[in-house]
Each structure stands twice: as C-alpha cells, then as structure tokens.
C-alpha cells in the first residue's frame, strides 16, 4: 500500500496527491511537528487553526475509508521516518509543497510529488508568463488572468467596462454603517484537546470562535461573506476604525492558505453574486483581485525570486520595537490598537499590516528579516510564502523595488484620513517637530531625508522630494526622528 503525505496547509481531498487517491491503495501520514510548534514564538491562535483544522481533516478522511497515521513527532523529518518504518508503503508521495524549506526536506528524503492545484496559476506558469520581461507588473498579470480564467469578462472586455475599479474603493470610514458580524464556531472538545497541548504564550488569547477549524465551516463563512458583507468590501477595503476589526474584510485568508477553500469556489461565488446583480462591480471586481490576482502574484514571486527573501536594499538593522512583543505599550493609537488586535485574534487586515505596522517598521529602520518573521509568527495566515514577498517586497521596499516601483511610506495624514484613530490619540498628524508631533509624520520626513540617495531618482517620488527641500525645519524633524526612534525602542512611546 501506498502513503500519501498530506501537509497541514493542504487540507483538502482535491488537492494533488489526494485527489485520485482511493482508501484500499493508499494510507495517508499526517505529521504535527513539535519542531515547527515550539521553535518559533507563533500565536496560539495560528497554532490552533492549524493544528485542529489537521485532526478534523484527519477524521473527515477516517469517515470516508481511509487509514490515516496522524502522529506527534520531534520534527517532519522523524514523523516521516517513523511511519515508514512501522508501516514500510510501497512508496511515499506528496503534494507539491507551499514552502522551499519542506520542498528541499522533501528532496532529500527521496519523497516523490504530485504537481499542486491548489493556486489557479501554477507556480511553472507564472515563470513563463514573466518569462524575460525586465519588470513584472501586477496589473499585467492580474489581466492575463482575468483572461484566461474568464473572470469577471463579457467576451474580450472586462466586465463593467474597465479592468480595475481602485478608485472607487478608498473610501475613509463611513459614519453610521452596520458592518455584518462574521460568523463564529462554538470550541469542542478537539478544539480543548489542541489547546492543551500548545505552548504557553500569556500575551496572547484564546480562539474564540472566529476562525474556522473544517471545511465545512470555511465554506460557511464564504456564503456568508459572499451573501452578507461583500456588497460592502469595495468602498472600504481600506478603512480603519477603532470599534471594529472586520469591517467588511472576507476573512477567508487562513482557510485559502490552508486548503480548506480553494480559490475557484471563492471567485466563482463572487462571479455569481454579481452575475445575479446582489453585488455592485466595484466589489465583486477588488475581491477577485485580491484572490487572482494580488495573492497568485505573491504566489508566482515568492518561487521565481528566491533571493528577495533576505533582501535588504535600505540597509535597516533596527530591532523589533519592544511594544510589538508585548513587553511595553505605546502612546500611538493607531499601533496600539492595531497590536492589541493581533493578540486578541491573531489577525488585523491588510491595511493595517501594511500602512500602521510594516509602515512604521520601515520609517523606524527595523531589520526587514525580523519584521518578516515576526508577522510569520502572529497571523493566523502567516504562511511562508505570504510573508516573504508581502514584506520584503511590498512592505518593507526590502528588494529595492523590484516588487513595487516606491516604497509604502506615508505620515500621519493617510492614518488620519482613513481612519478614525487621529482623533483618540495625543500626537498631531499635521505636525512634525514638537512633543506632540506624530511619530509617522516626523520619521516620514526624515526617512525620505536619511534614503535620499536611494529614492531621489524615483520619478514616483519626485514631488515629496520637492517638498521634502523645502522644509525649512529639516534640521529639527532630523533631531525629533533620533529621539523618536530611540523612545520607541526603548519602549517608552
């Protein structure tokens, strides 16, 4: 009998290796690696998702026939050797993997593949897409796609007569809007189970309900997004406020990730809704984006650019601001909220990823590799492969800007403007220098002076450039950035 070796971010039975596989020729081996567990400080929430979202997808294929070896093990490596020594298969095959690391693990074991279906542009095709192009544009790609996929598409044209609809989607928060309260789980006994075995991390809390932990309960929350809250998502994908964390976000990214979903049942759900007028373009457009084209972007890059991993262009070599492990708080409102947010639910959506946290990461001068393994660690959709581009090449401008033309900087005003934050908190956004400037509009400024050679050139940033030798009062946003920046990581703002 054969072993099929399913990894616990391919939970699905359609997925490559699994979905030929037939109970009377094939055990399956399931491996939780204490390794993976205990070496690196993850949020119990992402720990949980994964580790329970495994042990239901081990029972669902015990319902359906098949014998299934889960194991405890010291590391992937252990459980693999012990479960070909106890049970000896005739062979071992695996899904591609999502990571280089359990690809090169799976080499050297001699463990044969089965090409992966689970992104909707194989990881070989996005290489001959880009094949010699000299810069690879998400916009090329994201209608290639759209294209060859046929989503969103009345013959040749775009459905709704352009191909993007960003400017209708930048919306500061609404006042007086009901944003749909997700769905939630009530914790079972094998969600109890896997919280017993986790590592102790006092800074961080329980599940709550909020993330699926089955496919069935994944497939729930897409109708509910898709019949609820998607007619929202497009004009205020990228507000923030302070009294809810969802707004009208998917939240569909840890299942996605894990195989629980695929990303066709999404979109063709999407397409539907539209289709059937429940949903305006502008929203069904931006969340197939965000699924074929942004994250199939990420995807194709994280394989075909291995050296943007370590990357580090701007030289930054600053520590993790002690605040963001927990060890102090911060006068900031905006970062407080957003951190206290991460330990609540392991999870904050993209905004808040890119222009509070990754954005004040940058104007700080932390370590790009150290930001890139933090977000690792504390979201619950923090898989390798997400972080590595998202933060190297997006967030943190780590590559130089082979991934994104500029860096994602900006001061307190964007922060004030798409968001209600400014308002709660003691530092003015208008101001730069002065007690009660903000630190973003201060270290804006100065991070643009400290880069210049870097960024000057960059036709996208000409005009800050202007302002930025106009600023009568550099010499003083100069000193404020070094007192800033050494409070911060003293965690005493």
């Known amino acids: 009998m054969r072993t099929v070796w399913v990894l616990g971010d391919q939970l699905n039975r359609r997925i490559g290796a699994l979905a030929d596989a037939s109970p009377s020729e094939t055990r399956i081996l399931m491996v939780e690696s204490e390794a993976m567990i205990g070496d690196r400080p993850f949020h119990r929430q992402r720990l949980h998702l994964v580790i329970t979202a495994m042990r239901r997808f081990a029972d669902e294929l015990r319902s359906s026939g098949f014998d299934v070896d889960l194991r405890r093990s010291p590391s992937l490596r252990a459980g693999f050797r012990e479960h070909v020594a106890e049970y000896s298969p005739s062979n071992v095959v695996v899904t591609e993997p999502n990571s280089r ?76 809007v009901s944003w749909p309260e997700p769905v ?14 986790l590592p102790d991390t006092a800074s961080d809390s329980d599940p709550d309900g909020w993330w699926a932990t089955s496919r069935r309960a994944a497939l729930a929350r897409l109708r509910h997004f898709v019949e609820n809250v998607l007619p929202q998502f497009g004009p205020y994908e990228d507000a923030m406020v302070s009294d809810n964390w969802h707004l009208a976000h998917s939240l569909l990214s840890p299942y996605l990730n894990l195989g629980l979903i695929l990303p066709h049942e999404v979109c063709d ?196 450039y202007a302002t930025l030798d106009r600023l009568s009062d550099l010499p003083e946003v100069r000193r404020r950035a070094r007192d800033v920046i050494a409070a911060v990581l003293d965690g005493e703002l």
């Open 184 to 197: 939630r789980s009530r914790l079972d006994d094998v969600d109890r189970a896997v919280l017993a075995d």
């Open 269 to 464: 759900a999407v397409e539907d809704a539209y289709r059937a007028g429940h949903v305006p373009i502008n929203s069904a457009e931006g969340m197939i984006r965000q699924v074929i084209g942004w994250r199939e972007f990420v995807w194709g890059i994280y394989w075909l650019w291995p050296e943007q991993w370590d990357a580090n262009v701007l030289g930054n070599d600053r520590p993790i601001p002690p605040a963001w492990i927990g060890e102090t708080s911060t006068d900031m409102h905006c970062v407080r909220r957003t951190l206290d947010g991460l330990a609540e639910r392991g999870w904050v959506h993209h905004i808040q990823r890119l222009m509070v946290l990754s954005n004040f990461a940058n104007l700080v001068g932390v370590d790009p590799r150290l930001v890139r393994d933090w977000m690792r660690e504390r979201y619950v959709d923090g898989g390798e492969w997400v972080m590595g581009p998202n933060v190297m090449g997006m967030a943190m401008w780590a590559d130089g800007g082979r991934m994104a033309t500029k860096p994602y900087v900006s001061g307190g005003a964007y922060v004030n403007r798409m968001s209600d934050y400014c308002a709660s908190c003691r530092f003015d956004p208008t101001r730069r220098i002065g007690e009660d400037a903000c630190p973003f509009t201060t270290l804006y400024w100065d991070f643009l002076d400290r880069h210049r050679e870097h960024l000057a050139g960059n036709a996208r940033m000409a005009r800050q």
């Open 101 to 176: 690391p359990v690809g090169d693990l799976l080499t050297g074991l001699g463990v044969g593949s089965v090409r992966s279906n689970q992104f909707l542009c194989h990881r070989e095709e996005f290489a001959a897409w880009a094949g010699d192009r000299t810069r690879l544009r998400l916009e090329d790609f994201y209608r290639w796609q759209r294209t060859r996929l046929d989503y969103l598409m009345d013959g040749d044209e775009p459905a709704g007569g352009a191909w993007n609809f960003d400017h209708d989607n930048r919306e500061p928060p609404p006042r007086d």
